[in-house]
């Protein structure tokens, strides 16, 4: 069989499309992307269409060619786990193909055993179509893993350059799925052959970007986020701002950008300054309930990052929009009162400390120029062991003086 493989970019077939026609869509939906053996039989030929390079199938051979083809699908689906430990996925296997049944061993040498015994174009770009539970493809699952090897990367997106641009049934390109475990090398690939899936929003418009600063490397309360974590975040985010310094102005089904995603997660620092230099004025977007990022950070006070991102915030945002009230009357100090209202004062917890700690970091920004009720009556619904921590504040002490004067003036 002709082992002819194209380059990543160019030559992309579609399945189930006419064979001279190179794919410019940047979305595929499921009944483009559907591969069947006949779809495949007209892609069996090199660019010269020379008879001696036709490829015939014959029945027997149409069963095994889509036997060899659903064996990559579910080599994938165990590596998510990166152990071949599904007892069931080694019955449906095991009599398709052979491969060495370690528990204890990495599948990945099994997935590159499979290219190495399908040189063939035609197989590669078969199975690397083929679609599976939620209408994805082995790209899909291959991104679903924190760190796959290099070599199993490239084997399979030179199998089918277009599959980068395939989503699923949330309208997730595998690109969404790898921005999430920040795996760069993997990232990079993915951008080379598609460039444009930094802009693809799935269904409910988040793109890419907002995948890579919701996942911090601690996602707890208590624990920071290694190094390694942190820089591998930054990269994700800094390649995706490179491409395109508009992607940080993207805004899911309810007005939120990254950085509110950034907020609400606990990104690294060095994550929050990228997206803040692509533009700075994100800092002061709201999103559809009126609602900036440091309601979000004040929102999310227990994480053991909010209060350095809030800080960074704070630094970094209109004077106005530090006590602004969202669409419901909410300035950002009442989101972290209701906050610390779910938490036991005799807890002596990283969570209490970080409430603290944010809370301090408020009452010390500058503070209302002007009389506003809002943060007065939400100063008195703190919870006790906030309520004395806070009149100890300087800037606290003074508003509260300053409107006592006003109500008892003196002759």
């Given amino acids: 069989m002709p082992s002819k493989r194209p380059s990543l970019v160019e030559g992309a077939i579609r399945p189930g499309g006419d064979p001279n026609e190179k794919s410019t869509d940047s979305n595929c939906t499921t009944n483009q992307c559907t591969t069947s053996v006949r779809d495949v039989r007209l892609e069996c030929q090199d660019d010269t269409n020379s008879p001696e390079n036709k490829e015939t199938f014959s029945v027997e051979d ?14 994938f689906e165990v590596a998510l786990t990166s152990r071949v430990t599904d007892p069931e996925a080694q019955r449906r296997t095991e009599h398709l193909f052979p491969i060495q049944k370690d528990l204890s061993a990495p599948i990945w040498h ?7 015994d399908h040189p063939s174009q035609v197989y590669r ?14 790209l899909h699952l291959l991104c679903q893993h924190p760190n796959p090897p290099l070599g199993v990367v490239i084997n399979l997106v030179n199998s ?17 799925y790898a921005c999430c475990w920040h795996c760069v090398d993997l990232i990079e690939v993915l951008l080379e052959v598609n460039p444009k899936g930094a802009l693809v929003q799935d269904k409910q418009l988040r793109s890419p970007l907002h995948f890579a600063v919701s996942k911090s490397g601690s996602g707890t309360n208590t624990t920071h ?34 950085l509110h995603y950034a907020a609400s997660y606990g990104a690294s620092q060095e994550s929050l ?30 994480r053991l990052t909010s209060p350095v991102t809030l800080k960074f915030l704070l630094d970094r945002s209109n004077e106005k929009n530090i006590h602004a009230t969202d669409n419901e009357g909410n300035i950002p100090l009442q989101l972290l009162t209701r906050k610390a209202a779910n938490y036991n004062p005799r807890d002596d917890n990283p969570s209490r400390q970080n409430m603290e700690a944010c809370l301090n970091i408020y009452l010390n920004a500058k503070p209302p120029s002007k009389h506003v009720p809002e943060f007065c009556a939400t100063l008195q619904s703190l919870p006790r062991w906030l309520r004395e921590f806070s009149v100890t504040n300087e800037n ?7 409107n006592i004067c006003k109500r008892f003036p003196t002759m």
């Fill in 225 to 258: 986020s290694t190094e390694e974590e942190n820089m591998k975040q930054f990269k994700t985010v800094e390649m995706l701002t490179d491409l395109y310094s508009e992607v940080v102005e993207i805004t899911d089904e309810k007005g939120r950008t990254p």
């Fill in 62 to 75: 149409e069963i095994f060619f889509e036997e060899d083809i659903l064996i990559l699908f579910k080599l």
């Fill in 125 to 138: 770009h078969a199975a690397a179509t083929l679609r599976g539970p939620f209408s994805m493809v082995p």
């Fill in 396 to 402: 606290v002490r003074y508003i509260l003086n300053k």
């Fill in 160 to 176: 089918a350059p277009e599959a980068t641009r395939y989503i699923d049934d949330n309208g997730w390109l595998p690109l969404h």
């Fill in 110 to 116: 099994d997935i590159q055993e499979w290219f190495s």
């Fill in 273 to 302: 300054q990228k997206l803040v230099e692509a533009n700075p004025e994100v800092v002061n977007a709201k999103e559809h309930l009126g609602r900036f990022p440091l309601h979000y950070v004040m929102a999310n006070c227990p």
